[in-house]
């Protein structure tokens, strides 16, 4: 057992002076004076958690409104706003009195602005727009209440047709999106104000014992000499409420100051209200622990053991961790049925890492007994340390729990910024689908106008742009978004994060798919009629197309082509024909095909700019004569047309050397005609009977085009339909059937925001659709790679990605749309709740580095006895230091890894779902990853560290002091 001595410095060993008046103010100043250390720290504590608390409160009062009136004064109008627009003439329209008072009754508990704005021909619109000034977020549910009935209170005007009401403005989606933002905000913001209240009643706690533990002789002499509880328990109070008052009254200066040279004066009472909580929390911790302390002393010494073998209570430990079971299991329950506002659930991470930290420091005590029996015979100094630990377990057990604390809610920190960075990141590049996107007008690229690629890949900034087309389509009567576009450019893109689409794996799903035999109708290893299949090929500067053509009738008539015109990346273009002769004679003689009047014709072909392109397919139509009597159909007709050769820009093509063949079903033929194919090369005979109509068409295509087109698709369409990898099926789209094989499964498909949806490759199906459909899918949108360096004088920050998408919808045209990723409204509502978690990290690391202060302040009263014992039996006085120090850097490390790991397992657990939360606008099938800002986190870790060193190495260096001066004489380091 150790010998203690009397420690001549320690002042809870020596009565409190006494003072020549007796006075009792002086008495109790001079009393203060003695244990003003722990009376600093104490102070200390509560400015940092009155700052700390002035500021969450204010983020919890200030940010939710702040953020909501910012986003709608952002605007832009379409997304904050609902407009009212009447259809037809304005004798048609109704009163404008009518329709004011009709709307100004449905939004009337809600602020907002309502304005009449004329169309043409007179006709009305009305624009509601939420007033950003006065608007909060209590009003939000009404708001959203109000635009999902703004239709039905219009209709009921006396006067007001239905049929000819029509609404437009994103208002009710931006609406829910906030709601969904305040909720993921309400869900976050408890973690950091939970887990400070609990770093702050340790702390305060701890030094509540060690002022109780300084005063112990005090207190005993004083009880021995009459004095009476209230008396100590009253100045105790005294001194409290000095020390937690001027701490609480310099944080709120702090944080008025703050506030005031950033955001502006804040209102008092939001400072005084935490202030106030503070110093009464603080001020009962402290005076309730010295009051207990003077209600069981007597005037006997008190005899301390110096050994702990618990250093919390395990039934406090039990309590503290079925709650925290039980609301970690709520919230993973509430999690995965979507439901919200419970309040176990809501406290499930602060709880979560107080019981570990609890369990941290119940494990502590029996490891430093656990390691001293294991050094226990070992003779060398360097086992002292691992005595000195276990033998004052009791003493590091609160500075083991703050600092564990301190490191779980860090980590625990990083990893939801970590996280809800790369899902917020990851969640609106998928549902863009690249850097950038360019809504196109399809209208205006029908007909022979390719979409402007050539224009939107000269914009600067522009890496690459794929063209693409979004279709609706059905399985069955499952809707979905079908998304073609190139897959060999999907790389080239800057694509999502593997975790949400695979884009390499669906790449070569579409791949693999489209070889031979992988869609069953060729076995692998034939011979394949690809390069057939694709068509002609043009150079890129060709501008015109011309082809020779023999065509003779048995009547004269006239046709024309209808060049089907692809680029690589599936683009296609229909480019009508000049026209051609039928010249009348017998299709199948000979001597009609060698007759020179009835030689080839020269047809050309416009070639849009772009490009190259290839010639996919022909459409060849040809006029039918009237009926002779004007009543039945037309006579028997028979035709032959052949392409003799092709020229694109003046250079000769090559002609194909196998036969186009004609495509059954993409036209319909009256009953009885009959088409063939010309053997080799383009051609076609045809043999028509009875026809009503002006013309036929007949379409010509490579011989040899796969049939079942290789599909990508999402998760949530392959587990509501069944399909798996191999399955075939139909997809149904407004240009007819589509036989498909599912090739891969992904999470989600970019491009589109619907969970059920599909991936197809443009060029493929491009191919396909030619052979089953007289129309194609127009291309309606332009995927976007940018490069901002790529900028003339870039400088970094100077041009984002909107500007330059918006430079690219500019040189696309009239009806160009840009769209980028939006992080605007989850950043702006989340961005606080990030603020408050490092809040309350910096908060737990700064009490736990004045609890290790204290702690270790403690142990050096406490052990100046024990310095002067080892001095004096040849330890010297380097090896106490450093004895001393490792043993409390051997507290420290024990308490930083269990935090580490704390940190990390509730990060897992909860940290998920809680940065899914707060990205309202991500679809709901995007799988979450957890990830850690590494700098962040890494800058905070390595922060508290070198505090935490300079401390013990402070403590250290104390301890050597000591030494060095314990023996007289003896001065030898």
Sequence with gaps: MPVRAPDPRASGSRPAPRTAGGSTLALRWARARAQSALLGAIAGTALVI????????????RAPMDAVQHTIAAGPAAMVSRTAHFAGDSARSPAASSVRVALEHRFAG??????????????????????????????????HRDFAGMHRAIVAVDGVDSTTVSLSGQGEKTVVSMQRALDAFSAVLPVPSAVLVVAAVIALCLLAQLLVEARDNETRLMRARGAGIRALVAANTVEALVA????????????VAGLALTLGMPPLASIAMPC??????????????????????????????????????????VVVIAAAALSLWRFVADARTGAAGDPLAVIAPAAGLCALAVLAVLAFGPASRGIEQVVDRSAGVSALPMRLVARHAAVFAAPVALLTLAVAVTTFAGGYQGTWQAYLSGSSRIVVGADARLDLDTAQFAADRAAPLAAVQKTAGVRSAVPAATIEGGIGPLVLDVVATSAAKLSGLDPPPPTMFDTAAAVDALEQGSRPGADGNRPTGSRSTQSRANGIRMSRTARTLTLRVSAVGTVASSGRFTAWLTSTTGEAVPVLSSAFSVREGDAGSASAAADPSRGPQSVTVRIPAGGPWTLSALDASVDLPAPSDGLGGSPLTSAKVTVDSLSAGGSDVEPPSAGWTTLDGVFDVPAGTSIEAKDAGIGFSAHILGSTDASFTVR?????????????????????TGLHVGSTT????????????????????????????ALVDLPQLTSAMLRIDQDLPAVDTVFLGLDPDDVPGHVSGDHSGHEIATAAARAAGDGARAVTPGTALATRFNAPVVTALSLGSYGCCALAAIALAACLAALWRRRSGETVILRAVGFAPRQQATGRGAEAGLAAAYAFLCGLVAGILIALITGNTLAQSSVPAAPPSLPVHGEFDLVWLGACLLALLVVLALIVLRYAAVVRRDAVHAVPGRTTT
Excluded: K, N
């Design 50 to 61: 009155a700052v700390l608390m002035c500021c969450l409160v204010g983020i919890a009062a």
């Design 110 to 143: 809600v602020p907002v602005d309502i304005a009449r704005t004329s169309g043409p021909a007179r006709t009305q619109s009305w624009r509601v727009t939420p007033d950003a000034s006065r608007l909060t977020p209590a009003d939000l549910p009404a708001l």
């Design 244 to 255: 937690t008052v001027v701490g609480a009254v310099v944080g709120a200066a702090v944080v």
């Design 730 to 757: 139909t997809i149904d789209l407004p240009e007819g059937p589509m036989p498909v094989r599912v090739a891969a499964i992904q999470p989600h498909i970019p491009g589109t925001e619907s969970t059920t949806a």
């Design 276 to 317: 106030a909580a503070v110093v009464a929390g603080a001020s009962a911790i402290v005076v309730a622990f010295q009051g207990v302390a003077a209600a069981r002393t007597s005037g006997e010494p008190r005899q301390v053991s110096g050994r702990i073998r618990f250093a919390v209570s395990a039934g406090l430990t």
């Design 700 to 720: 010509l295509a490579p011989a040899g085009g796969a049939s079942i087109v290789p599909i990508v698709l999402s998760a949530a369409t392959a587990a509501r």
